[in-house]
Nanobody, 122 residues
Framework: QVQLVESGGGLVHAGVSLQLTCAPS????????IGWHPQAPGKVREFVAF????????YYSDFANGRFIVSRDIAKNLVYLQMDNLVPEDTGVYYC???????????????WGQGTQVTVSS
């Protein structure tokens, strides 16, 4: 089983940046793609980006809108989501998910973290 722990969220003003971190347990992330899914208040989870652990391939949905970058640090065993120029519409709980393939990580996922809250004020 893969365990995922998110961190880095907070309450910020519009226009600033945040970097979210996803920490997979051990070295299990080598077998999966790791993605990020924000869930705005009262809405379903959406997909924003993923990175494959082994090859570093990245993919973004329109949600990213050119402002988000996903990356992984193999040495530190971490995945990041760099979010720049935040706007109130980015507010939500950001979940880290692991999927055995691109379809899984972009959709239902195979494993999920607890989420980290991002709140962007005007």
């Amino acid at each position: 089983q893969v365990q995922l722990v998110e961190s880095g969220g907070g309450l910020v003003h519009a226009g600033v940046s945040l970097q979210l971190t996803c920490a997979p347990s051990g070295r299990t992330a080598t077998h999966y793609a790791i993605g990020w899914h924000p869930q705005a208040p009262g809405k379903v989870r959406e997909f924003v980006a993923f990175v494959s652990w082994a090859g570093g391939t990245t993919y973004y949905s329109d949600f990213a809108n050119g402002r988000f970058i996903v990356s992984r640090d193999i040495a530190k065993n971490l995945v990041y989501l760099q979010m720049d120029n935040l706007v109130p519409e980015d507010t939500g709980v950001y979940y880290c998910a692991a999927g055995i393939n691109s379809a899984r990580v972009m959709g239902a996922g195979d494993y999920w973290g607890q989420g980290t809250q991002v709140t962007v004020s005007s």
